[in-house]
């Protein structure tokens, strides 16, 4: 099955872009490459099953009419005219559903139709002005991958290597003799790859206590995490975006529709970029991107799932609220868990290979040096609760 596409690469809201072909979506299950190994590997099999819990409660919570939905996190995210429009709430539901179901269950296989890479060794360079890989795995029919060049170039970026230094997570698709599918490449080869950026695996943590407001509310310019934006931490947050290209690389590619200054502008990442204003500001952007361009960004899609995810706490503007019990939706739906399970705890046969002891640690902060290339973000502090 073919259809034109677009291969998408995620940049830890910084950089990005890609052109392909083929989609497929009857991936249901979910595998590891031979190079995630060790504490990667762990931390996949947690953050997975959490990307999938989270687009099933969105899909459901799209569907529910029972609780008014707080905020304005899905005008900002998909430009919706409210938040409760049922054709924005359609298209949530479908997308969600969509891509939950093709992230299916985890096997040991390697063979199933979403793989998982943690390295980018298996892409061999082609064409470096171009920027243009194949992947040479065995009965993966040499698939073709171009990946983008960095916005500012640096003496870190190894542009004769998939990850390039810069890049912090891409995929996809392969239409090759024995593996026909999606796959997904989370970069570890620097500081901006994103088994190196994320300090979490799963959002489980929050939804039934903590204080996110607080967590979310670091003041001032240059913190590349205030508001909504918290959620670039979280591993589970990435693969909800990769996995939202993977679903459609038409409807979520690496390029948006809707024309900019004649040209049709990158995909874009974080809250200040999808709603062209800061976090904490209440008037509308301007320059704020088109609903259209927004509804084709896999970003959109994966912010709003994670806000949504939450029942404790509503968006406005980008900011963390609170809302009253009274007001708060159900913590599932239908035979979605409250809590994901670690992919080890479901299966509890599946071997881990051990990595050095300085590799088993998680990044507790983001470099400073990321937040200088470009994601320095704006806080207004203001206060509400439902």
């Not at 200054?261 to 500001?281: C, S, W």
């Not at 960004?297 to 503007?317: E, F, K, R, T």
Request: with cysteine; net charge positive; hydrophobic share 35%.
């Amino acid at each position: 099955m073919k259809a034109t596409s677009s291969l998408v690469s995620h940049a830890g809201m910084a950089y990005m872009l890609v052109l392909m072909t083929f989609n497929f979506q009857q991936s249901s299950a979910w595998s590891l490459a031979s190079d995630c190994t060790g504490q990667y590997a762990q931390n996949i099999k947690e953050a997975m099953p959490n990307a999938i819990n989270i687009m099933n409660y969105a899909a459901g919570r799209a569907n529910d009419q029972s609780k008014e939905r707080k905020g304005n996190l899905m005008q900002d995210m998909l430009g919706a005219p409210n938040e409760n429009d049922p054709d924005t709430l359609s298209f949530v539901n479908e997308w969600m559903t969509k891509a939950a179901t093709m992230g299916g269950t985890y096997t040991a296989s390697g063979l199933d139709n979403l793989l998982i890479h943690c390295a980018d060794s298996h892409l061999a360079l082609i064409n470096v002005n171009q920027r243009n890989f194949r992947d040479q795995t065995p009965g993966f029919g040499s698939a073709p991958v171009q990946l983008p060049f960095p916005n500012v170039q640096s003496s870190s970026n190894t542009l004769n290597t998939a990850c390039g230094g810069f890049l912090n997570a891409f995929a996809y698709p392969v239409d090759g003799e024995s593996f026909k599918g999606n796959v997904i490449v989370l970069c570890s080869d620097s500081i901006f790859g994103a088994l190196k950026t994320t300090t979490h695996n799963s959002l489980d943590s929050w939804r039934t206590t903590g204080n996110l407001k607080t967590a979310s509310s670091i003041a001032g310019p240059g913190n590349a995490f205030t508001g909504l934006n918290i959620f670039s931490k979280y591993l589970s947050y990435v693969i909800i975006h990769e996995m939202m290209h993977c679903t459609s690389f038409a409807q979520f590619a690496g390029r948006l529709p809707d024309p900019v200054n004649g040209q049709p502008p990158r995909e874009l990442y974080g809250y200040d970029a999808i709603t062209g204003k800061p976090v904490g500001t209440a008037s509308a952007a301007q320059s704020a991107p088109s609903v259209n361009n927004r509804q084709h960004n896999a970003d959109s899609m994966a912010l709003l799932a994670c806000g949504w995810y939450l029942p404790l706490y509503a968006w406005v503007n980008g900011e963390c609220k609170t809302v009253g019990k009274v007001s708060q939706p159900p913590l599932q739906y239908g035979n979605t868990p409250a809590q994901s399970t670690p992919q080890d705890r479901v299966n509890s046969n599946t071997a881990q290979s051990k990595e050095p002891p300085s590799t088993q640690k998680r990044l507790v902060s983001m470099p400073k040096k990321l937040v200088a290339r470009g994601l320095r973000l704006l806080h207004t502090v203001t206060r509400s609760i439902w």
